[in-house]
């Protein structure tokens, strides 16, 4: 009987301390607008990510009301809205890619909308694919070569951002041409402009969005358009961060060499710049060591040391950790 008592006190205990743990909780959040307080992934985990009534992709109406349209757009949308970790890392990189490639969008006349095709060919990071295609871009060497990439042992400019972001626009502007829109031109970089035309042809159709093709293909300019909703009104997708959390540009300047570099270690060290830092700036070079003679190349080399850009990383808080009753932002 006195052990019954014992127990039912304990328990009578433990239930009080936690709701007073509770109601400390909840009083202190109260001093704050939960809405501005925890993020959008957090409040709205498992829920429907917005789809707008009408959306555009390169300048070209996407028919949303169409119902396969909309219920396909809306699955490519909930992966890659939930999917937080990789989404999250594109955003964070995209500061640091989309300044040099949107500039060379623009030279070229080809619509701001093909920044988010390179972002769902490869996650603006140089993978390699099944395929062997590589780069930002992902050029198969066949085609990379085709429109004026150097691929070799020592030198890939697939890996070139520039260069490859120049070949890309070659390819749309060619396919755009021939297709006659710029959904299609998307389309045809996934899966090669004569298999495209072959299903235009045989389905009678002169839209991406009504052609039935393969599965890769028929999510692809969904992706993409995906990515631009996200990428376009990150807060309204749930991604919150500031502008010391993304990954900034690394100032260079170019120094411009007459192959071959017999030491691209020797290199680094004349320049008083590290081997690492070197290869990562320059993608492009695949070896120690350019034996292509006769070419010139740019190299990338930091203006500052690998530190500089400390500063922007200084006193970085969790915006939406609560201490006592501040708000750490």
């Not at 239930?15 to 809405?35: D, M």
């Not at 992709?57 to 939930?82: H, M, Q, S, W």
């Not at 395929?131 to 004026?148: D, V």
Request: glycine share 4%; with cysteine.
């Amino acid at each position: 009987m006195k052990k019954t008592y014992w127990y039912l006190i304990v328990s009578i205990l433990l239930i009080i301390s936690t709701l007073s743990i509770t109601f400390a909780i909840t009083q202190q959040y109260s001093h704050h607008n939960n809405n501005d307080l925890i993020p959008n992934y957090y409040r709205n985990s498992g829920s429907t990510p917005p789809l707008p009534s009408h959306l555009q992709f390169a300048g070209e109406e996407v028919p949303i009301n169409v119902y396969y349209v909309r219920e396909t757009l809306d699955k490519e949308l909930i992966i890659n809205c939930y999917q937080h970790s990789k989404t999250l890392q594109i955003i964070k990189r995209s500061a640091r890619f989309f300044p040099i490639i949107e500039p060379i969008l623009k030279e070229e006349g080809v619509p701001d909308d093909f920044k988010y095709l390179c972002v769902a060919e490869s996650g603006l990071d140089n993978v390699v694919s099944p395929a062997k295609a590589a780069g930002f871009w992902q050029f198969i060497p066949s085609t990379g070569k085709l429109y004026g990439l150097e691929i070799s042992d020592d030198v890939d400019e697939r890996y070139h951002l520039e260069k490859a972001t120049h070949a890309a626009c070659k390819y749309l502007k060619n396919a755009k041409n021939s297709l006659g829109s710029w959904a299609l031109a998307a389309a045809a970089y996934n899966m090669g402009e004569v298999n495209l035309k072959k299903g235009i042809e045989n389905q009678k159709v002169d839209n991406y969005w009504d052609l039935y093709l393969n599965q890769e293909t028929s999510r692809y300019v969904y992706r993409i358009l995906s990515y631009k909703l996200i990428m376009d009104n990150p807060r309204v997708y749930g991604y919150d961060y500031c502008q010391a959390q993304v990954y900034h540009s690394i100032p260079c300047t170019e120094v411009e060499i007459s192959g071959p570099l017999p030491s691209l270690y020797d290199f680094a060290q004349d320049n008083k710049v590290t081997y690492k830092e070197l290869r990562m700036l320059n993608p492009w070079i695949r070896n120690s060591r350019i034996s292509t003679s006769g070419k010139i190349y740019k190299i990338k080399v930091p203006k500052k040391s690998k530190d500089i850009f400390s500063d922007l990383y200084k006193n970085l808080q969790n915006p939406y950790i609560v201490v006592g009753d501040t708000l750490l932002k």
